[in-house]
C-alpha cells in the first residue's frame, strides 16, 4: 500500500521544484522546460494510478538538484527505504554526494540519511563511521541529537549496552528523558551479564543506575531480588519484590516464587501467607488465588483449598484456576469419578499450555516466555503477563 503521509508532502515538493526549475527559463531551453514538464506530470499520473515506483523514477527525472529540491531528493530516497528498495536509496544518496557545490549542511543532511540506508540493510558498522564522523563534524543541535539518538538504537542492536549507555550520557535532558526507560533496561542487560559471572556487586550498581533512570524499572527489582537471594540476602531480596508491587501491580505474579523461597528460609511461612492476602486486596491474580489454595492445603487439607478455588474462581475465572481445581477433586473425589475427570484434565491442561502467558502491549505479540524486548516491535517493557480468563 502507498505510503500517502509521505507521498503527498513529497509531490509538493516535487511540484515546488519544478517550478523553481521553471521560473529559471533564461538559463534552461525550451525543450529542457517541456522534458521537466513530462517528467512531472507522467509521474504525477503514475502516482494518481498506485504506480509508485514508475511515479518515482519520473519525479528524480523532473527534479534538477539545488538547495531548494535536496528535500525532495532526500523524501524520495527516505520513500525507496520505506519500500525495501534500500540499494536505490543508497545510490541516490551517494549521487547526491558526489556534487561538488553542496553545502556543509546540506552534506551532513544526507549523510544522516545514508546513514539510516545502512543500518535498514544491516551495515551497521558503515552506519556506525558516518554517525560517528557527522558528530565529530559539530553539526546543529537538532541533528547532533538525531545523530546521538540513532547511534544508541544501533548500539541497542549489536548489543553494545555499554557504548549506547556513553552516548546518552551526552544526550540533553529531554533527549534522555524521552530514552529512559531503554537506558534502564540497558542497565539490565549489563547487570544480568555480571549476575552469570557471579559479580554481584558489579551487578547490584548496574541496577542501582537502572532505577535511577526509571524508578518504575519492574526488571531491575527482580534482578535486585535474584542477586540479593543468591547471596542469601533474604530480607533485602525481600524489600526487592515488595517494591515491584508498587512499580506494577501486574507482575505480582512473577514475584510469587521467589517470595515463598525468601520466607521458607527465614522461617516465616505465616508471613508469606499474611503477605498474599494483603497481595490479593491490592492485585488479585490467578497465580496468588493458587499460592494461598496451596498453603491453605498444607494447613487445612485439600478440601478446605478446593472450597477456597471454588469461591475464588467464582468472581475470577481462569482456565488455570480451573485446571487446579480438576486437579484438587482428582486427588479427594470419588474413585468412580477420577477417570472422567483425567480426561478432562487432560483436555483442559493442553488448552491451558497452547495458550500464550505474555503479551505485548503494544503490538499485541504473545509467547509463554517474558521477553524484556518485544521481538516483534523491538519495543523495551511492553510485555507483561495476560490478564482475564486465559491468563491471570
Not at 486486596?281 to 478455588?309: D, K, M
Request: one cysteine or more; glycine letters at 6%; hydrophobic letters at 40%.
Amino acid at each position: 500500500m502507498v505510503d500517502y503521509l509521505l507521498i503527498v508532502p513529497l509531490f509538493l515538493a516535487v511540484a515546488a521544484g519544478w517550478w523553481l526549475g521553471r521560473r529559471e527559463a533564461g538559463l534552461s531551453s525550451l525543450a529542457r522546460e517541456q522534458a521537466l514538464s513530462r517528467d512531472y506530470f507522467t509521474g504525477l499520473d503514475y502516482l494518481v494510478n498506485e504506480r509508485t515506483d514508475d511515479a518515482i523514477e519520473s519525479f528524480i527525472r523532473a527534479l534538477e538538484l539545488n538547495p531548494d529540491t535536496l528535500s525532495a531528493h532526500l523524501a524520495l530516497a527516505k520513500l525507496l527505504r520505506k519500500k525495501g528498495d534500500v540499494e536505490r536509496a543508497i545510490k541516490l544518496h551517494q549521487d547526491l554526494l558526489q556534487r561538488p557545490d553542496l553545502a556543509r549542511h546540506d552534506r551532513l543532511r544526507i549523510q544522516m540519511a545514508q546513514a539510516r540506508d545502512y543500518d535498514a540493510i544491516g551495515l551497521l558498522d558503515r552506519a556506525e563511521s558516518l554517525l560517528q564522523a557527522i558528530i565529530a563534524d559539530r553539526p546543529s543541535t537538532e541533528m547532533l541529537s538525531e545523530a546521538r539518538l540513532l547511534l544508541i538504537k544501533l548500539y541497542e542492536k549489536e548489543g553494545e549496552w555499554l557504548r549506547a549507555l556513553e552516548v546518552a550520557d551526552r544526550l540533553d535532558k529531554p533527549d534522555a528523558e524521552a530514552v529512559r526507560h531503554e537506558l534502564s533496561h540497558y542497565c539490565c542487560e549489563l547487570a544480568e551479564q555480571h549476575i552469570r559471572q557471579s559479580e554481584h556487586a558489579i551487578a547490584e550498581g548496574w541496577l542501582r543506575q537502572a532505577l535511577k533512570r526509571d524508578p518504575a524499572a519492574v526488571r531491575a527489582s527482580l534482578l535486585q531480588a535474584r542477586v540479593r537471594m543468591e547471596q542469601e540476602q533474604w530480607r533485602p531480596a525481600l524489600r526487592a519484590l515488595q517494591q515491584v508491587v508498587e512499580q506494577d501491580p501486574q507482575f505480582v505474579s512473577e514475584t510469587l516464587a521467589p517470595l515463598l523461597s525468601c520466607y521458607r528460609a527465614l522461617g516465616r511461612l505465616d508471613d508469606y501467607q499474611q503477605r498474599l492476602s494483603e497481595l490479593m486486596a491490592r492485585a488479585p491474580s490467578t497465580s496468588l488465588i493458587l499460592a494461598l489454595a496451596e498453603r491453605i492445603r498444607e494447613e487445612r487439607g485439600v478440601y478446605s483449598a478446593g472450597v477456597f478455588i471454588t469461591e475464588e474462581l467464582k468472581k475470577r475465572p481462569s482456565v488455570k484456576g480451573f485446571n487446579r481445581l480438576i486437579d484438587m477433586h482428582i486427588e479427594h473425589g470419588a474413585r468412580s469419578a477420577r477417570e472422567s475427570l483425567q480426561v478432562l484434565r487432560g483436555l483442559i491442561g493442553q488448552l491451558e499450555q497452547s495458550k500464550p502467558r505474555y503479551r505485548c502491549c503494544q503490538c499485541g505479540f504473545s509467547g509463554r516466555l517474558l521477553l524484556w524486548q518485544c521481538p516483534s516491535c523491538r519495543q523495551w517493557g511492553t510485555t507483561r503477563p495476560i490478564q482475564g480468563l486465559e491468563g491471570e
